[in-house]
């Protein structure tokens, strides 16, 4: 994994003049500049990870993800970084033309393989892992979108004591892991907000298992937002278009449609009623998604 210095994240100001009577600072870390291909949280939930597959001496790691996923490229190109051979587990039927992604990926030598939407959903069943390691012999397992103990040892160092000063932190969620980092890091005066792009009210508890299963204490609150997902993981509509459109004309800073774009505008609503408070928001990366999204659905979005 390459190296980089946190402190030098540039951290954007996004000014407003709805905000700005309201004297709120609204900021924006932007992770998505850690790296090129390891773009923002990814960085953080495979630094340990592949630390530890190295440290106890794994040639191969294998992790799962959809045909669209950053976690899938990012996880190539850390392996490769890392010297270490990789595998993705790729849900649905393999395409006749491979999408950016994946072209990605794939030149970085990750090695895939498409399984059903059917067979995907066993992909945390010991059993069906241990028939993995019987076709692809021995491996070191991440999980889907990287979360588990090691991703939250390395999301809980995105914040500053620059960060730590902010009354308000959010992020967007998918599988949990950077939410779970923020609130073990952040201190008792801050309140973390999650975003959550998926369809249902169970992240609440999904969030809360993890927290117990991990032994995470903390000290903030915490509150996840379930209403900002646009119909569902990887679904959007026009008003959700319009605004990374707009985000991007304003501040010339490109959104995905899948997390940061939904995250940033739930920000923005929960604004209204809010005063004199400083908010800190991550953006997550997810750019490298833009041109496949761009592929499938005829849209233009910009992804730098």
Not at 180 to 208: I, T
Request: net charge neutral; charged share 25%.
């Amino acid at each position: 994994m390459p190296l980089f210095d946190p402190n030098a994240i540039p951290t954007q100001l996004i000014n407003l003049p709805s905000l700005e009577r309201q004297n709120i600072k609204l900021l924006l870390k932007r992770l998505d500049l850690v790296h090129p291909f390891i773009s923002g949280n990814k960085f953080y939930k495979l630094k340990y990870n592949l630390e530890k597959a190295k440290s106890e001496n794994h040639h191969t790691v294998l992790t799962f993800g959809g045909a669209f996923s950053n976690h899938i490229q990012a996880t190539a190109v850390a392996a490769q970084l890392s010297e270490i051979k990789s595998i993705g587990i790729i849900r649905g039927e393999k395409p006749k033309k491979l999408n950016p992604t994946l072209e990605r990926a794939l030149e970085n030598g990750m090695e895939l393989y498409f399984i059903s939407r059917e067979s995907y959903r066993m992909k945390a069943d010991p059993i069906f892992l241990e028939s993995l390691k019987e076709r692809f012999g021995d491996f070191f397992h991440i999980p889907e979108g990287g979360t588990n103990e090691l991703a939250i040892q390395g999301t809980s160092e995105i914040l500053t004591e620059e960060d730590l000063r902010a009354d308000i932190i959010a992020t967007s969620i998918g599988t949990g892991g950077t939410l779970a980092g923020l609130v073990k890091a952040a201190k008792k005066h801050q309140q973390v907000w999650g975003f959550s792009a998926l369809k249902g009210d169970f992240m609440g508890e999904e969030f809360r298992n993890l927290l117990n299963a991990q032994v995470i204490n903390h000290s903030c609150e915490y509150t996840i937002f379930t209403d900002y997902h646009f119909g569902g993981y990887a679904k959007h509509n026009k008003v959700l278009l319009e605004f990374i459109e707009y985000f991007y004309r304003s501040f010339g800073i490109p959104l995905d449609p899948i997390y940061t774009g939904k995250m940033l505008y739930g920000v923005l609503d929960q604004c209204e009623g809010l005063e004199n408070k400083t908010i800190l928001c991550l953006h997550t990366g997810g750019l490298q998604g833009i041109k496949g999204f761009n592929q499938r659905f005829g849209t233009d979005l910009k992804d730098r």
